[in-house]
């Protein structure tokens, strides 16, 4: 889960993508990069750490040029080191070439295996960096062809934004994954992994790029490229819907916030209890409380306030800043908990580490009974397409029955949505088409997470691989 975000054909092209880049911080906290061209040359700067920290007004002053791709990282496969900080840039026979990726590619350990063989030197451990050697490799005339070789030879996730000397190239795997989406502001188009960061810089929303398409942009304007013939089955990320994309955003045609506020709305069809009050876990189990208390009659009320300078918990790459940035971030109210029968939505339960210390947080506090209830199936298997969820050992759902999991987190009760209720939910939402907004692009959705179904299928030994390079 990394964000990226490009601009083409603006002055001020590397201040639109830091701007960018604020409003995509949520996708991704370890690095932050950009890469500029003014028509002639790239120029790359990366730095660990927020957007904010990453780049000054100097540096942003120093990144002169009309065009510019954006990178917010956190680690799925790679280290947490400045090597992996993206975008990468690179100089070969046809130029110079920036790339920025969100996803992960399943087969990267034999590529990189095979390439290596064959000669590759390569200066990271992330699996982005396959897809410069294959381009390089590649005997195609122009970069669109190039791009389109090297994305025939990898499997599994992502978006990706390349930027030359003074051509843009958007693509998307053709399962559609993980999100990309298609802007234009003052004649140049920009590019973003989420809708909500055109509204930022007010960017007019044209379109998401559709799975399996390369979007070129040069000085020719912007056409499109399909160079899959026979298309995959789409599989959009439904995590998406139910945890990782801000609120705010359009994803698959369809408002992220109206698609979590159904979810509550069916959990609370589902799993209904005598309670006082329901209380979201903030910020991402905001809406499908407020759906849960809508729907059950039960008062919506803020029983656990949160810290806004503390980053997202569940994305920290160290397990001792995870454990102790739950106190850090969250801290329950008393005026509105003492006494009271509360229901608490999250919008999953991963390890049931941080939903324990909730629960013990609620009782302290004066709650008189606490019944968990998660807008989402039981997470039951690791993600291999870009989502840094823990191996399946740590999963707790996946060796434990609801009814043990409530044991252990201490709570009165714990119930998840289910599979279906989700899917539903999902559906209830109609794709808001609005003016000159949004274009529905697909159904269907990969939910490997919750049933171990995964649409990529693996090599053998390849699942293995994988489960040593993310985890």
């Not at 234009?184 to 509204?199: L, N, P, W, Y």
């Not at 979590?260 to 910020?283: F, K, Q, S, T």
């Not at 991963?350 to 210390?357: D, L, M, Q």
């Not at 019944?371 to 997470?379: A, E, G, K, Q």
Request: net charge neutral; proline share 6%; hydrophobic share 40%.
């Amino acid at each position: 889960m990394c964000g990226i975000f490009g601009v083409f054909g603006h002055p001020e092209a590397a201040n639109l993508t830091y701007l960018g880049l604020h409003a995509l911080q949520h996708r991704g906290q370890e690095s932050a990069g950009i890469t500029v061209s003014d028509g002639d040359r790239l120029r790359t700067e990366r730095r660990m750490g927020l957007v904010g920290e990453a780049f000054d007004r100097a540096l942003l002053r120093s990144l002169r040029g009309p065009y510019a791709v954006g990178h917010v990282r956190y680690s799925t496969a790679g280290d947490s080191s400045l090597p992996n900080a993206q975008p990468f840039c690179v100089e070969y026979a046809h130029g110079a070439v920036a790339v920025a990726h969100n996803g992960n590619l399943i087969n990267a350990v034999d590529l990189r295996k095979r390439l290596e063989l064959d000669g590759a030197i390569f200066q990271s451990t992330s699996d982005s960096e396959v897809i410069l050697h294959l381009l390089a490799r590649a005997r195609e005339l122009e970069l669109p062809g190039r791009i389109a070789s090297a994305l025939k030879q990898v499997e599994g996730a992502y978006s990706l934004l390349f930027l030359s000397e003074n051509q843009m190239v958007a693509a998307r795997d053709p399962r559609g994954f993980r999100p990309l989406c298609i802007g234009r502001i003052k004649g140049a188009f920009v590019f973003s992994s989420e809708s909500v960061a055109f509204d930022l810089i007010g960017a007019e929303f044209i379109r998401e790029v559709e799975p399996g398409e390369l979007v070129v942009v040069d000085g020719k304007g912007l056409h499109s490229l399909h160079p899959w013939t026979v298309p995959e089955e789409r599989r959009f990320c439904v995590f998406e819907h139910v945890y990782f994309a801000r609120p705010d955003s359009f994803m698959d045609g369809r408002s992220v916030y109206a698609v979590r506020e159904a979810l509550g709305r069916r959990l609370a069809r589902e799993h209904p209890v005598p309670a006082d009050i329901v209380i979201p876990v903030p910020d991402s189990g905001v809406p499908a409380a407020i759906g849960y208390a809508r729907e059950s009659g039960v008062p919506f009320a803020m029983g656990l306030v949160r810290s806004h300078y503390v980053g997202r918990t569940f994305i920290e790459p160290e397990e001792s800043i995870r454990h102790f940035g739950v106190k850090l971030k969250l801290n329950a109210v008393r005026q509105v908990l003492d006494g009271k029968r509360v229901i608490v939505v999250d919008d999953s339960l991963v390890r049931g580490t941080t939903a324990r210390k909730i629960v013990k947080m609620l009782r302290a506090a004066g709650a008189r009974e606490v019944h968990m209830r998660i807008s989402s199936p039981p997470t039951t298997h690791p993600c291999f397409y870009g989502i840094d969820t823990p191996t399946r050992s740590e999963l707790i759902a996946s060796s434990h029955t609801p009814d043990e999991i409530a044991r252990y987190v201490t709570c009165n009760t714990l119930k998840y949505l289910s599979r279906e209720g989700m899917m539903e939910a999902v559906d209830e939402v109609t794709p808001d088409p609005g003016p000159k907004r949004l274009r529905v692009i697909g159904q269907g959705y990969c939910d490997a997470c919750f049933t171990g179904r995964y649409p990529v299928e693996f090599a053998p030994g390849e699942m293995s691989s994988l489960r040593r390079v993310i985890n």
